[in-house]
């Protein structure tokens, strides 16, 4: 009878720790042995202590087991707590560190790139307004493409960057597609109009070149929505360093 309450207990705190996060390392089957052992170092223990001694672990077997079950569950439940509360210092500490940087005040090198790029391309600015706007992935007026080609000219020519790891890695993103549109209508769009007024796909293809006329309008169309993205998280990422407060000042 003593015995089967045993392994009733035993399959009951396998149970609880088959809900715990410890048990990823301890399974069921390392419980028991663990539970075996004990059971063993009591019966060794008979042999190795007095003779009093020995009757009262022998009158008190049972008992003993069940309080070195008891201890190691209650190690595993106070490991479960320390992993749970040190998870949640380790979390609490990364917001800290992720707060105190976006409170951080701007360099002044990186307060002047976002200036410098406020003014070539603001939200506002006429061929920025047509990218985001009237964008056509057919047909490009000359003006609006220069534009776009002069502004991520300039910024090429800035090879220093952001300090800042995260505004540098957002205004990368921006260059780079802004030369992956560049480079897409360039291959793609030819001048058409009167002066070379505007850029356009050649419109015979859709008889002669379908399939290229297609590739066409889809890599121009690729292009011209991830730099729109990248522009967009480049002024969110300012934002977010507190850079656009400086507009105002």
């Known amino acids: 009878m003593a015995f089967q309450v045993l392994r009733e207990i035993i399959s009951f705190f396998g149970g609880v ?5 410890i048990s990823e390392r301890i399974d069921g089957s390392a419980f028991v042995l663990i539970a075996g052992l004990i ?11 007095s003779p009093e001694v020995r009757e009262w672990l022998k009158a008190n077997y049972f008992f003993v087991s069940i309080s070195g079950l008891l201890l190691i569950a209650a190690v595993v439940a106070l490991a479960n707590s320390l992993m749970t509360h040190r998870a949640a210092v380790a979390d609490l500490q990364k917001e800290v560190r992720e707060l105190t940087a976006r409170l951080a005040a701007p360099t002044s090198h990186d307060a002047e790139m976002f200036t410098a790029i406020n003014d070539h391309a603001s939200p506002q600015a006429p ?7 009237n964008f056509l992935v057919t047909r490009v007026p000359s003006n609006g493409f ?3 080609e002069r502004m991520i000219e300039f910024f090429e020519r800035e090879p220093r ?6 505004l540098d890695g957002a205004y990368r993103c921006f260059s780079e597609a802004g030369r992956d549109l560049i480079n897409k209508i ?7 109009g009167d002066g070379s007024t505007r850029l356009e796909v050649p419109r015979e293809w859709e008889l002669t070149q ?3 006329l297609e590739r066409a309008i889809s890599e121009i169309e690729e292009a011209h929505d991830l730099f729109i993205v990248s522009y967009d998280d480049l002024f969110r990422a300012a934002q977010n360093k507190r850079l656009t407060s400086i507009l105002s000042r």
């Not at 059971?39 to 202590?49: G, N, R, T």
């Not at 360039?186 to 058409?192: C, N, Q, V």
């Open 17 to 21: 720790m088959s809900s715990r996060s």
């Open 39 to 49: 059971a063993d170092a009591s019966a060794a223990a008979l042999f190795l202590l």
């Open 127 to 133: 061929y920025i307004v047509w990218l985001r706007e």
């Open 146 to 148: 220069h534009e776009l």
């Open 161 to 166: 960057g952001f300090d800042d790891a995260d």
């Open 186 to 192: 360039s291959e793609h769009m030819w001048s058409e």
């Open 210 to 212: 379908p399939e290229r």
